[in-house]
Nanobody, 119 residues
Framework: VQLQASGGGLVQAGGSLRLSCAAS????????MGWFRQAPGKEREFVAS????????VYSDSVKGRFTISRDNAKTTVFLQMNSLKPEDTAVYYC?????????????WGLGTLVTVSS
């Protein structure tokens, strides 16, 4: 399984970025997909997820209303649209997938893409 994230970069506070994650080696249409992040000196934290069954999305309280997760099954790609970015959103963002359609474990992780938000 490969999860290749892209779209990170440097942006000013209040700006937007769109992360993409191209997935391969898994049955994408029946895979729950998500994003985690890790800020410098902090633990990795959940950001958002999309369940394949019912297309249900879940967000952490810190990003709710600002970030939107979506997926394109035809392109086996998951996106994270990030608006109204804040300096505290600065982190390495990881694309993740559950390791089976029935699993609750985020078993697959990409290498991450760095997002830096300047004040």
């Amino acid at each position: 399984v490969q999860l290749q994230a892209s779209g990170g970069g440097l942006v000013q506070a209040g700006g937007s970025l769109r992360l993409s994650c191209a997935a391969s080696g898994l049955t994408f249409r029946t895979s729950d997909m998500g994003w985690f992040r890790q800020a410098p000196g902090k633990e990795r934290e959940f950001v958002a997820s999309n369940r394949w069954r019912g297309d249900i999305t879940v967000y952490s309280d810190s990003v709710k209303g600002r970030f939107t997760i979506s997926r394109d099954n035809a392109k086996t790609t998951v996106f994270l649209q990030m608006n109204s970015l804040k300096p505290e959103d600065t982190a390495v963002y990881y694309c993740v997938a559950k390791d089976a359609w029935y699993s609750e474990r985020w078993g697959y992780w990409g290498l991450g893409t760095l997002v830096t938000v300047s004040s």
